[in-house]
Each structure stands twice: as C-alpha cells, then as structure tokens.
C-alpha cells in the first residue's frame, strides 16, 4: 500500500532516550501508610523533591523537609517510598524490544529519568542481572538527574546527554509520558513521542527502524563512511566523491568522516588511494570533486570559498565547458591536465549557483541546455558518467538551486526539457522489459528527476515497487554504475551512493504524494 508505506517514509533515529519511570515500568502510589496516594505525588511535585532529583540534598533530608512540609512523619515517608519502590512493574513490550535495541548496531539506547541518587542506586544496583529491569542489560547508558545536576524539563539536562552520546537532535528520538518533558526536547531539535503505551511504542519504533527506508539508513549508519567504489573489474578504493555525493544526495554530513583539514581542493581518490589501473598511477584534483566539497562540507576558513571558486572560474572554456586538472606538487588547478564533460560542467555550474554566481557563466547555462535539448546523454551517457538515467540526475540537481539564486531563468529553461525526457526514459524503461527495471541506480535516478521536475508520483508507481523489490535483506541497493574511468572506460560503482539515492527517491515520494 502506497500511503501506508509513505508514513513509514522517515528517516530513523540514530539514538533512542526512554524515560523510566510511567514509560519502562509502572508503580503504584497506593501504600499501607496513612499516607494517601495523591499526597505522595504531590510531594514528588514539590521543589524540595526537585532538589533531591537534581542531587542538591539527600533522599534523607528529603524526606524532613517534605515532612515539615506536609506535616507528616518523615519515617512514614520514608515508608511509603520504600513500598511504592517495591511495586514496580515493567511494561514487557518494552522491555522485550529493548532488548533486541540493545543488541542492534545501528541504534544507541539511553535512558533519561528524574530520580535521586539513593532511589538510583537502588534501581541500578538491587537487580540481579536475569532480572528484566536490570538496567545495563537494557541500556547502554542510563542518564540520571542527579549525576547531570539539572532535571527534566530543564534544557540544560537535554544538552548535557546529547553532547555525551555524540548525536544532534535531529537523530535522536526521546520518549517520555509527559508533554513538558517532549516540548523541552523539541527544543533542541530531539524527536520526542508522547508514551501512551508499551505496544503502541513498540508497533511505531519498528515502523520507523524496520521500514524500507529506515533499513536503507540503517544500512548508511554502518557503511557509508566504509563502503569503498568498486571497478566492474573488481578493484575497491576509497572514493570521496562517493562520499560526498552520500552526503549530499540526503544531506547529512554525518554519514561520513571527510573535512578539508589544510586542502583546497579535492582529489576523486580519497586518501590518495590512487588504484594501479589509473595510468600513470597519477590522479590531480579536479573540479568535480572540489565542488561538492564546497556545498557538503563548507569550509570554515575565512576566504577559501572565494579563493577556490576564483580559480574554477578560470577554468572555463570559451563554449562554456570546464576542464579541471591539477598539478602534483600544488592544490591548485594547473591548465596542464585538461577534462571535459558536460555533466562535469553541470555539476561544476551547480556549485556556482550555490555560491550566487551562477549568472556569471551563461555560456555554460547554454551548453548545459544545448545537451539536453538535444538528447547528447544517449545512448551511452557521457565519457565519464555512462548511464543516461544517471546524467539526467546530475542535470535535475542543477534545479536545486536556492531560488533567490537563479536569476537566469535555470528552471525555467531545463526543467520542461527534463520533464519530458524522463518521462521517455520511464516509457523506454518500461518497453525494455525485466532487464532495465532491475537496475535500482537507473530507477532512482529516474525517480528523484521525476519528482525534481514537478512529475505526480502516479506517474512512476511502478517504478517505485521495482525499486522496493531489488532491496537487499541489509537495507542495501545492489551497487550500479555511476561513473567511469575516461582513458579506459572501465565503469565505477558504490553501493552505499544507489543505497542513498534510492532512499532519497523513497522519501521523495512520501513527501509529495
């Protein structure tokens, strides 16, 4: 079902907080002291109790003061804790499932409770670990209030756990059963849920982990960063572009470990894992490269985005194609080592209408639309990307230009073009038969220009239910064949690069159904 599958479309967190207590387990506030059920939370409401939570005074002076307080005998207090303590009860929905978190390695699992000291220790330390609320059985790391020195809903308590754990907000997903707790979170970017039920927590955690999507991240969490390029001739090294384009394609720059450290350009081979098939076993930056670079991971140093940008402008040809080459003992482009590729040019483009100057080049806006126009990506694609679905991709990301930046009319002179040559690419896919549909590369390419374009969904459904069947059991697309080496034409392929582009068409068509 399509839009049963399109809420599933999400991208799923890499850290899950719970809360304890309401949401692990249940207790009851009903006691054989004199001490009614409601006066006992009401004096977990109290600022005195906050203290406590927070580590500021001990459970005993606790207890004193809330007696002073409620003119009570601290020692009945006391008493009523204690049994209230003895009548927890987990949820084994949620303890069930926990467990098979806790032993998943793409998601971290934290706890986070309001809870002092003593009641802490308690909890942590008088369980046997065969018992099913003992808590490093089910956590990797349980956050109290009283070792942070702030309690929810305070924010400085959220910060503290999210600088520990390593994760911005946005990949972190916390659960508790009170609405102020949530909104301090969302505060911070946390993905909070309201808890209504162990069952209910569960059936939406597994939709989001254990969606067709959520696998394809999952699968990213673990590999993006690792997932070496592979030659159709079965030579591995690690690619940067790749990397990148990963990063890019659903942006999120955490998915991989690359920064510019002291360069100022980019090599396609990262690390200089140069393989021995390149000629010469020499590999200069290039353009390609470096302007992606430039959009995923914008260097922090004052000026260099001026600098580098200055010299790829000075690597435009006269029919507004760009060569791109560097020299082996500098990081600068050297007119030496010349290459030419329309979708290069394309991408190269792109970069400048990130950076506000795209008006500057509209002999290369021209080119780019002379090869659409005239089909010049068929049959075999370009001399370095050999797939036309693959080209058509790199063409529409031309049309991701923020807005305020395309004041040359770049949508409007390519977007009705791609539209209609995807929708030939969709119809000539489908009178192919069997053998291009099972291409996952080709059909999310196809996909992500289709939606980039403004064409419905209803339009390439089939397109979307061939993606979903080629998924493999890890989350993975099977790798397909990006690029190619110009001098041999032996062609380059990364399957975490089809695995993310093939998420991002999924979550594309969620986001306009």
């Known amino acids: 079902m399509v839009l049963l599958e399109s809420k ?69 207090i006391a008493e009523a804790f204690t049994q209230a303590r003895a009548s927890v009860q987990p949820d084994h929905d949620i303890v069930a499932f926990l467990k098979v978190l806790k032993a998943d390695p793409a998601v971290d699992v934290y706890a986070m409770s309001n809870i002092g000291q003593e009641d802490y220790e308690d909890v942590l330390e008088s369980r046997p670990e065969r018992d099913p609320m003992w808590l490093p059985g089910l956590f990797d790391k349980v956050f109290s209030s009283a070792g942070a020195g702030h309690r929810k809903p305070e924010r400085a308590f959220y910060q503290q756990i999210l600088d520990q754990i390593g994760h911005v907000g946005q990949d972190v997903m916390f659960i508790d059963d009170k609405e102020e707790n949530i909104r301090a979170a969302r505060g911070l970017g946390i993905r909070g849920v309201v808890f209504k039920n162990g069952q209910v927590t569960v059936d939406m955690l597994k ?49 991989i470990n690359l920064s510019w450290g002291t360069r100022e350009t980019w090599n396609f081979f990262a690390e200089g894992d140069v393989p021995a098939l390149v000629p010469g076993g020499v590999f200069p930056d290039d353009l390609d490269t470096t302007s992606l670079a430039l959009q995923v991971l914008p260097p922090s140093r004052e000026g260099l985005v001026t600098s580098v940008l200055d010299k790829m402008a000075e690597c435009v040809n006269a029919d507004g194609t760009f060569m791109f080459r560097a020299e082996k003992k500098k990081t600068y482009f050297d007119p030496e080592r010349i290459r030419i590729d329309p979708i290069v040019s394309a991408n190269i483009l792109g970069c400048f209408y990130f950076f506000s100057r795209g008006h500057r080049f509209p002999k290369t806006l021209d080119m780019v639309h002379e090869f659409i126009r005239d089909r010049s990506y068929l049959p075999n694609g370009t001399k370095y990307y050999p797939s036309p679905d693959v080209c058509l991709f790199f063409l529409s990301r031309l049309l991701g230009a923020p807005p305020e930046n395309d004041t040359t009319g770049l949508r409007q002179r390519l977007a009705p073009l791609l539209a209609t040559q995807v929708r030939e690419r969709i119809q000539a896919s489908l009178m192919a038969g069997d053998q291009s549909r099972r291409i996952a590369l080709d059909i999310a390419c196809r996909i992500l220009t289709s939606a980039q374009v403004g064409i ?28 190619q080496y110009g001098s041999t034409g032996i062609k380059i392929g990364n399957k975490a690069v089809t695995t993310a582009i093939a998420v991002k068409a999924l979550q594309v068509i969620s986001e306009t159904e």
Do not use: M
């Open 456 to 483: 419905p969904p209803r339009e390439y459904e089939h397109e979307r239910r061939a993606l979903l069947e080629l998924q493999a059991g890890d989350g993975s697309w099977e790798t397909g064949w990006i690029y």
């Open 8 to 76: 599933l479309a999400v991208k799923p967190p890499r850290a899950i907080i719970f809360d304890l207590g309401d949401v692990l387990f249940q207790w009851s506030a009903k006691t054989t002291t004199t001490i009614p059920a409601r006066k006992l939370r009401d004096i977990l409401s109290t600022p005195i109790w906050h203290s406590y939570e927070r580590g500021e005074i001990s459970r005993d002076e606790c207890f004193e003061q809330s007696a002073q307080k409620f003119s009570l005998q601290a020692h009945e």
């Open 207 to 255: 939709a989001i982990l254990y969606s067709p999507v959520g696998q394809g991240w999952r699968y990213l969490y673990q590999n993006a960063n690792t997932c070496n390029s592979k030659t159709e001739t079965g030579v591995a090294f690690a690619d940067a572009f790749a990397k990148l384009l990963t990063a890019d394609t659903l942006q999120d720059q955490t998915l």
